[in-house]
């Protein structure tokens, strides 16, 4: 047992370090040959960051682990409304000025509604895992004819200020991609062997592990680059990175393990974790749109949404002792 908390303790920092990598060579990468910045910011850094969560997800689906695939996906979209919006308002409150964004908000709304209504029947067949990669491939579509046409949104902007500000040579951005991509692959593969190990030794089922341990450990790339990219001023890179996390986990995260593996789902997936990431969902629409005017996430928003995110935890910890 103690092999394996070593083994998801050393992947865990290795994941983190090898993603941040990955993404700063795809991004710089993309810059060289020409790639909007824009579409930069919605592409690269948010669905980029949810590498983990895909490599993670795919290989438990492979072997034979859905459970922890699928809580590992939903996990992270908990983790990265709650947790790290709450905290990252609660360093310096976000405010909303992306028209891009104010577009992915109710996108995500969708989005988050499609994956209860699969659940409605307890199980995630082959015909709902390419309906979700289908609904991506639309949404990068979208995602890319919003890339080249609005060239002067509030996320383009601090994207290539960012950009700008860290140059680095191709040659050296390609290493990183490469070395990034191959160490992100090793280190997944040894988390999902140490947290089924963990698992099972306690007797706790892989889908509450994989909301937990597992959901914490990839959502923790987000939650790095959420934070300094607010205390930098650079608002709208924090919220960009969450949606197009949650978007790519719901989707093609998900979409990739049940096409895997297709599984039957607990009612409780439904019942309690869909349905906290509904509600949060909800509650970022309404604290983010901006009915008003700018939208804005400040203190006590995210106090409420990092009290929520304890208490879920709570929560999944007195199933476990109970």
Known sequence: MALAYAAVVVSLLVLVWSA???????????????????????????????????IVSALAALQGNPSLAFGNAYGSNITNIALILGLTALMSPIAVHSGVLRKELPILLVVTG???????????????????????????????????????????????EELDAHTIPLRQSLLWLVVGLALLMVSSRILVWGAVKIAHGYG???????????????????????????????????????????LFNTLAVVGIAAAIHPATVAPEVLSRDVLTMTILTLLLFAFCFGFRGPGRINRLEGTVLLASYIGYTAFLLMEILG
């Open 20 to 54: 941040d990598r990955f993404v700063e060579g795809s991004a710089a990468s993309a810059r060289h040959f020409g790639m909007p910045p824009l579409l930069i910011g919605m592409v690269i850094v948010g669905f980029g960051t949810s590498a983990p969560e895909m």
């Open 114 to 160: 499609l994956a209860a209504f699969q659940l409605l029947d307890g199980e995630l067949s082959r015909i709902d895992a390419w309906s979700l990669l289908a609904v991506f491939g639309g949404l990068v579509a979208w995602t890319v004819f919003q890339g080249f046409r609005q060239r002067t949104d509030a996320l383009g902007l601090e994207v290539a």
């Open 204 to 246: 706790v089922s892989d889908l509450i592990i994989g909301l937990t341990i597992v959901a914490l450990g990839t959502s923790l790339p987000e939650l790095a680059s959420s934070v300094i990219a607010a205390r930098k001023g650079e608002h709208d890179i924090a919220l960009g990175n969450i949606l197009g996390s949650n």
